[in-house]
């Protein structure tokens, strides 16, 4: 069965800081790997995906991730963090071929201290 | 803000209730997509619509059901609700064009309450 896996429930980390969430799959062939930020009350905003080519891609907000398939991982770095950068994280992962729907990890909670 | 609108924001209501969650994709966009976020069950995908027709289905209950309007605008409708019912249902949009760029982009929710 497909999975996502997000190792890491809650992170604390220091302000400026760098930040690191993991994010393993279970697919058979590569698919379609995103990141989204969920602030307290808020919906889901996409911070950067993943379809073919340059495995390290650059998003908003200062992030970075790197595909790795040999690990089938994609996990998420940000090198400084902010105060701003407190949340929940989710990687979430499509099959593609005509199949779009997203499987989600449960998601790393951000707590950024001063 | 991306472009995807979710209405109502917040909705209480009562066991054994229906109530209907509507969703208007971002302009251009075909699909639209139904996940619930609950405590227990984290993020699920419950249904795809593309350009009216049910494209694809997940741990979506009988008691619930959505459709896709020819403007593309999509309802949830949510039936016989129960307490476990209770959770934020997000709408999310993409172009849907095979071979394109099928990145999702989510409404801001609904947060739904059963007492």
């Known amino acids: 069965a497909q999975s996502v896996t997000q190792p890491d429930i809650h992170i604390t980390v220091s302000e400026g800081a760098s930040l690191e969430l993991r994010c393993n799959y279970s697919y058979g062939a590569t698919p379609y790997l995103f990141w989204y930020v969920q602030s307290p009350g808020q919906g889901l905003q996409l911070l950067l995906k993943?379809?073919?080519?340059?495995?390290l891609v650059q998003g908003i907000k200062g992030f970075e991730a790197e595909f790795k398939r040999s690990q089938s991982s994609f996990n998420l770095r940000k090198p400084s963090v902010h105060w701003s950068d407190a949340a929940e994280y989710f990687c979430?992962?499509?099959?593609?071929?005509?199949?779009?729907?997203?499987?989600f990890g449960a998601g790393t909670t951000v707590t950024v201290r001063a | 803000d991306s472009g995807v609108t979710q209405t109502p924001k917040h909705l209480i209501t009562a066991t054994g209730q229906r109530v209907t969650l509507r969703c208007s994709p971002r302009s251009g966009d075909l699909s639209v997509y139904w996940y619930q976020q609950s405590l227990d069950q984290g993020l699920q995908f419950l249904i795809q619509?593309?350009?009216?027709?049910?494209?694809a289905k997940g741990n979506i209950l009988e008691r619930f059901s959505a459709q896709q309007f020819p403007d593309l605008h999509s309802e949830l409708n949510l039936s016989s609700l129960e307490l476990g019912d209770s959770a934020l249902y997000f709408c999310a949009s993409s172009v849907g064009v095979t071979g394109g760029d099928e990145t999702q982009y989510f409404g801001p929710g609904t947060r739904l309450l059963v007492l």
């Open positions: 993943y379809f073919s080519g340059d495995t």
């Open positions: 619509y593309y350009n009216g027709e049910e494209r």
């Open positions: 979430a992962v499509a099959r593609g071929s005509n199949d779009y729907k997203l499987s």
